[in-house]
């Protein structure tokens, strides 16, 4: 029989939404236990050393290590059991029993409640389709951003990124201020992934240029990377003959997105197909009774303050629920209209406030977030998919949603 | 001071240009008020947060991560980069700790920005601030 321990509240990953939700959970006067796979907590935070983390959930803008340790703080002055190098390889999620895996061990875990915090991943390399070798030096950002940041190795002398998402671009300067000549960006969109802020303080900043609608189309070197092909492409990024020219490079960085990390329990819980992360309530609920989830691995978050915030409120249903107090109401389904490919939650409870956040499929320069049921209108001015959409209704609006038996949001 | 600037403080992103014409300045393609000061600082002087890292010795960490805790002149960046190539410190760190008392020869201090413990050693506390 393998060791067998118990806990009121199990959190799984010590990211921003895992270690909100156990600092919630512990002030609700329950017991947490939180388990994080590496040798410590504080997740995609640590690395990301740059400032922008926080003005909402802490009123103060601040680094991602910086926000991580404040989070620490609050959970040290709490009842929270912090263990790292833990390894959740299974739960039963019926059961609520995790395996897992430790220096010491494999030992299981019974909790009245779970919550899953296991943040993202990166979009695998295989995912881009690029023909030609597979050298050293083509490497996800996140994994050239934990090199720099974290471990003290500068991975290349001259590079390229390849996507202009956040976190390219973040690293385009982090690069160039370790000494590294980034060549360019490229960006196989007509128009730039990340947020305005980062491409003039990243890129122009430093005189990097930024290629729209181009794309990678070849790669070659044997052993290390020698140079990649780069072509114009149209709108269904179909390169454009005689466009193609070949740059010397020793490292290509992909920022190809992020995707929800899900696989591993995905079995057995819902997974909505467009967010690509956990089905939940607005009380951040899965499909599966007294099993919650949080943060990246329900859909890809822009700001850390919605990734706590959501954590915050996992935290305390799943330490109500652990204590057998029943705080989940009726419920309705969520249908996205148009316009719209993030959105979250997929189900609206009747006893918690929703919380709605939506990524627009296109940047629209006018528009109107529409709750057709709730006859609620937002209009907003310049979004743009970069930057998710946030709408909040009070719980004593909701009731009109019992009428018809769902909730559809539309972007007009 | 002439030039176009890309407003960065919400969302629109509006292109602001500003041109000399005799003693006045023209300020325009700004959509609302806070564009016109932020094209005026850009040009006379850009400045900006900068955070990096530093080396450690004896840590459990080979690394530390800092930030200026204010804007700095932009222009100097790069060689504030370069003097703080060669700078390591000794751990224990706590978030907060002064690193570099003046990087910028303005007073701006370098700030720790995690925590960093001796090799071997427990974690120096921080207090919650
Ligand atoms: C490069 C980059 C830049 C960003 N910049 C900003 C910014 O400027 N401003 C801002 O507000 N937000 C920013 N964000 C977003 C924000 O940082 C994230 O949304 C947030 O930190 C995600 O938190 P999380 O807890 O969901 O996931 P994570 O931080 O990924 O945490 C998940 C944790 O779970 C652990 N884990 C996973 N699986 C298991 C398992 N099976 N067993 C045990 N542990 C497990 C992982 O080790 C990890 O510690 C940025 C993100 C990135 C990647
Ligand atoms: S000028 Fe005003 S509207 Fe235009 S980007 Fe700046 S803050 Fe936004």
Redesign the pocket.
């Known amino acids: 029989m393998l060791k067998r321990e118990k806990t009121d509240v199990l959190v ?7 270690m909100a939700c156990a600092l919630s959970a512990a002030k609700e006067g329950v017991y947490v236990t939180l ?4 040798s410590s ?1 504080g ?3 640590n690395q ?1 050393i ?1 400032n ?2 926080g003005l909402q959930f802490y009123h103060q803008e601040l680094t ?1 290590p910086e926000f991580a340790s404040r989070l620490i703080d609050d959970m040290n002055m709490e009842n929270v059991k912090i263990i790292s190098q ?3 390889r299974d739960i039963d999620v019926r059961k609520r029993v995790a395996q897992v895996l430790s220096p010491d061990g494999a030992y299981e875990i019974q909790a009245g409640a779970l919550v899953i ?4 991943r990166e979009r695998p390399f295989g995912s881009l389709l690029i023909p030609g070798d597979r050298p050293a030096g083509v490497m996800p950002a ?1 994994v050239a ?1 934990r090199y720099v940041n974290l471990e003290n190795r500068i991975p290349a002398r001259k590079a390229m990124i390849l996507g202009s998402g ?2 390219g671009l ?1 690293m385009a300067r982090r690069l160039t201020l370790e000494g590294v000549e980034v060549v360019s960006v490229l960006e196989r969109m007509s128009y730039p992934g990340g947020l305005t802020r980062n491409i003039v303080q990243c890129l122009e900043d430093f005189d990097i240029p930024l290629h729209l609608s181009t794309t990678v189309t070849g790669i070659s070197g044997d052993g290390r990377l020698r140079s990649v092909e780069i072509s114009k492409v149209d709108e269904n990024f179909t390169p454009v003959p005689g466009t193609s020219r070949t740059i010397d490079v020793d490292a290509l960085i992909l920022s190809a997105g ?1 995707l929800p ?1 899900v696989e ?1 329990f995905s079995d057995d819980l819902e997974v909505d197909p467009m967010n690509r992360g956990f089905l939940v309530s607005n009380t951040c609920e899965s499909s599966t009774e007294g099993v919650f989830a949080a ?3 329900v859909a890809i ?5 919605y ?1 706590a915030a959501e954590g915050w409120i996992a935290g305390r249903h799943a330490a109500l629920f652990s204590r057998g107090v029943n705080t989940s109401g009726d419920r309705v389904p969520v249908f996205r209209g148009k316009n719209i490919s993030v959105l979250v939650p997929g189900i609206v409870d009747m006893e918690e406030h929703l919380r709605l956040y939506i990524r627009l499929r296109k940047p629209m320069e006018k528009g109107v977030v529409v709750l057709k049921e709730l006859k609620i209108e937002k209009k907003f001015s310049y979004g743009v998919p970069s930057e998710m959409i946030q709408l909040v209704v009070n719980r004593d609006k909701l009731q009109p949603l019992m009428n018809y038996g769902k909730l559809t949001v539309e972007v007009q | 001071m002439e030039g176009h600037i890309t407003c960065v403080i919400c969302p629109v992103g509006c292109k602001v240009s500003v041109r000399k014409e005799g003693v006045q300045y023209t300020i325009e393609g700004n959509r609302c008020a806070r564009g016109e000061e932020y094209a005026r600082n850009e040009l006379m002087m850009p400045k900006r947060i900068l955070t990096t890292s530093i080396g450690v010795s004896n840590g459990t960490l080979p690394l530390v991560s800092v930030k200026t805790p204010r804007p700095i002149d932009r222009a100097r960046i790069k060689e504030i980069m370069k003097e703080i190539k060669n700078l390591s410190i000794a751990a224990p760190v706590a978030v907060g700790d002064t690193v570099v008392e003046d990087i910028d020869g303005e007073g701006t201090p370098l700030l720790a920005t995690r925590a960093v413990s001796c090799n071997g050693g427990r974690e120096k506390t921080t207090l919650p601030t």
């Open positions: 799984i990953g010590g990211g921003a939404a895992g388990l994080e796979r590496e907590v997740g995609v935070l990301c740059h922008g983390f991602g833990s390894y959740v915090s296991t943040g993202a996140g951003q956040d976190i973040i992020l990390q591993d943060g990246n691995n978050f822009d700001l850390v303050d990734v």
